[in-house]
């Protein structure tokens, strides 16, 4: 079974960092497409960055240039690097794990595997 624990979260003043981690078995990650989502309260979720399976990346227009997703295949974990942080993104942030459509869909659906999930929360 695919398992897939997130940490990392909590609560910073805006204009702060958070860096956010994913440990995944090894394979979760071989061949998959490999995302961050979010969900604020009563909004659908969002997805927020991707690494697709030839290792690159993707990212919402609203977190370019703040946020980097990267992977570290030796202890199987994957990050995300939150600089500049503001009010709204504050949400629960969850890992997941899907076939290669799922980078293309953007889907959550799509995604067959997710996280429990980690708070961020950003004060103004």
């Known amino acids: 079974e695919v398992q897939l624990v997130e940490s990392g979260g909590g609560s910073v003043q805006s204009g702060g960092s958070l860096r956010l981690s994913c440990a995944a078995d090894?394979?979760?990650?071989?061949?998959?497409?490999m995302g961050w989502f979010r969900q604020a309260p009563g909004k659908e979720y969002e997805s927020v960055a991707l690494i697709y399976s030839d290792g690159g990346t993707n990212y919402a227009e609203s977190v370019k240039g703040r946020f980097t997703f990267s992977q570290d295949n030796i202890k199987n974990t994957l990050y995300l690097q939150m600089n500049g942080l503001k009010p709204d993104d504050t949400a629960m942030y969850y890992c997941a794990a899907g076939g290669s459509v799922a980078c293309f869909s953007l889907r959550p659906a799509d995604f067959a595997y997710w996280g429990q999930g980690t708070q961020v929360t950003v004060s103004s």
């Open positions: 090894a394979y979760t990650f071989s061949g998959r497409c």
